[in-house]
């Protein structure tokens, strides 16, 4: 199983730099790394709709939350939450909920339940280094080593060599990721739709929420 360790030192290849015994030495390149992890993971999880991170849920509403206007129903958003994947009004995903509004803690429409697949960052599932597909673990290692190049390095050009690499690497995770997707899928709305959709959410917040992230 690969560990917190393994990513840090693989980081520290890129940039050339000696490897660590252990990630709690007390050299600037250990504490710039155990700084940065954190926040590199959680923003990698961030970038796409990854298939070992999803998580399906059935959302009751909150009875104690009254919209003033708008849709009726609010649904508070679990904290492992970091982006939505689709939402539907029925548990086997047949049918897209198409109106609903995602707000930053919570989702709102007019039915309840509703179905919610969505990207976790719950210790068990994205946060858990065991389920990273490898292209998943090569693009966190590189946009480790992208954003330590500097307090570590110095070195300006390696920082675009490694950047460069970081794009082909989150790149390369999300077309892999995307062949493990299960079928059939929501289809992406249309240009038209979406255009739609945003004046109706500058407007009276009607509008269609993103079902495929």
Same mark, same amino acid.
């Given at each position: 199983m690969v560990s917190k360790l393994e990513i840090f030192n *693989? &980081? =520290?290849?890129? =940039?050339?730099? +000696? @490897? =660590?015994?252990?990630?709690?030495?007390?050299?600037? &390149?250990a504490q710039v790394l155990a700084r940065l992890y954190d926040k590199v993971v959680a923003d990698c999880l961030a970038e796409g709709s990854w298939n070992f991170a999803m998580e399906t849920i059935k959302a009751e509403s909150d009875t104690g939350v009254e919209p003033a206007f708008g849709f009726r129903q609010v649904f508070a958003k679990p904290s492992d939450w970091v982006r939505t994947f689709a939402v539907s009004e029925d548990e086997y995903f047949t049918y897209p909920l198409l109106h609903y509004y995602d707000d930053a803690n919570y989702w709102s429409a007019d039915n309840s339940p509703i179905y919610i697949r969505y990207v976790s960052n719950d210790t068990g599932l994205g946060l858990e280094m065991s389920r990273w597909p490898a292209a998943f673990r090569r693009f966190v290692e590189l946009e480790l080593a992208a954003r &330590?190049?500097?307090? @570590?390095?110095?070195? *300006?050009? =390696?920082? +675009?060599?490694? +950047? *460069? *690499?970081?794009d082909k690497a989150r790149k390369n995770a999300k077309s892999h990721d995307a062949m493990n997707e299960p079928q059939p899928r929501f289809p992406p709305p249309s240009p038209w739709t979406q255009a739609r959709a945003g004046r109706m959410a500058r407007g009276d917040r009607g509008s269609r929420g993103r079902l495929i992230g």
């Open positions: *693989a &980081a =520290l290849d890129e =940039l050339g730099h +000696e @490897i =660590l015994s252990d990630t709690g030495e007390g050299n600037r &390149a &330590a190049c500097m307090p @570590i390095t110095q070195n *300006a050009s =390696l920082r +675009e060599d490694v +950047e *460069a *690499a970081r």
